[in-house]
């Protein structure tokens, strides 16, 4: 057996306890940037005429950092792509009713590349 002394002890109890609390804080603080960025998606259009490049990276950086479930994970185009110039194709989308998580963040990050990427054609 190894004797720690209870001064010590205490000291691990609460450097465990200051790393539990700034990762739910970190948790917490992520959870509200992306419902802020949900609110902005949705109440403030036009979007590209409102934000500007380096404010959609912003919004990039956070909602290309959910981790909702594995679907959604799953060819959300990343902050990389983004600024890449990369956009998706428009395609409509049958929701479908057998997934249960109703997180926007892919259809988000799709949305944000093609309003910010996609070329303007003057016809
Ligand atoms: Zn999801
Ligand atoms: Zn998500």
Same mark, same amino acid.
């Given at each position: !057996? %190894?004797?720690?002394?209870?001064? $010590?002890?205490? &000291?691990?109890?609460?450097? &465990?306890? #200051?790393? #539990?609390?700034?990762?739910? +804080?970190?948790? $917490? $603080? =992520?959870?509200?940037?992306? &419902?802020?960025?949900? @609110?902005?998606? =949705?109440?403030?259009? *036009? @979007?590209?005429?409102? @934000? /500007?490049?380096?404010?959609?990276?912003? !919004? !990039?950086?956070?909602? +290309? &950092?959910?981790?909702?479930? =594995?679907?959604?994970?799953?060819?959300?185009? +990343?902050?990389?792509?983004?600024?890449?110039?990369?956009? *998706?194709?428009?395609?409509?989308?049958?929701?479908? $009713?057998?997934? +249960?998580?109703?997180? *926007?963040?892919?259809?988000?990050?799709? /949305? %944000?590349?093609? %309003?910010? =990427?996609?070329?303007?054609? /003057?016809?």
């Amino acid at each position: !057996m %190894i004797y720690v002394p209870i001064e $010590l002890q205490e &000291k691990i109890i609460d450097y &465990k306890y #200051e790393i #539990e609390h700034r990762k739910n +804080t970190n948790n $917490l $603080l =992520n959870k509200i940037k992306k &419902k802020a960025i949900e @609110f902005i998606y =949705n109440n403030i259009e *036009p @979007f590209e005429e409102n @934000f /500007d490049k380096n404010q959609a990276d912003y !919004m !990039m950086s956070y909602i +290309t &950092k959910c981790n909702c479930c =594995n679907r959604h994970k799953e060819k959300r185009p +990343t902050l990389e792509d983004y600024r890449n110039g990369y956009c *998706p194709e428009y395609k409509t989308s049958i929701i479908n $009713l057998k997934y +249960t998580c109703r997180c *926007p963040c892919r259809h988000i990050a799709r /949305d %944000i590349c093609r %309003i910010m =990427n996609d070329e303007i054609l /003057d016809i």
